[in-house]
Nanobody, 130 residues
């Protein structure tokens, strides 16, 4: 049974930093991409960042490039999202998700659509106050 459990959300001031974590279980990790999505109030869920578990290749949304960093720890099967220089518009519910790699993906392709992700966590709230 696949389980994705997020933690680390909370309230932070503008310009601050926060790290959220996703503890994963039940996956053949080398076959998956692990992504972080977020859903701001009243808006659709959007990709923030994703990482290939096997080789660490990453992809980011333009809005977070240079501020956020996704990483994974194979020893603990955990995916992290380090968020720096936070802005009020980063306020959202952040969810971890897993996408099985497809054989037709090119070497530097990363899945960015919600429908490409097979498993989802429950989410953790991040609020950036001004």
């Amino acid at each position: 049974q696949v389980q994705l459990v997020e933690s680390g959300g909370g309230l932070v001031q503008v310009g601050g930093s926060l790290r959220v974590s996703c503890a994963a279980a039940g996956l053949t990790f080398n076959n998956y991409f692990m992504g972080w999505f977020r859903q701001p109030p009243g808006k659709e869920r959007e990709l923030v960042a994703t990482i290939s578990w096997s080789d660490g290749y990453t992809g980011y949304a333009d809005a977070v490039q240079g501020r956020f960093t996704i990483s994974r720890d194979a020893a603990t099967n955990t995916v992290f999202l380090q968020m720096n220089k936070l802005k009020p518009e980063d306020t959202a519910d952040y969810s971890c998700a897993a996408a099985e790699s497809r054989s037709y993906y090119s070497p530097r392709y990363v899945p960015r659509r919600r429908d490409q992700y097979d498993y989802w966590g429950q989410g953790t709230q991040v609020t950036v106050s001004s």
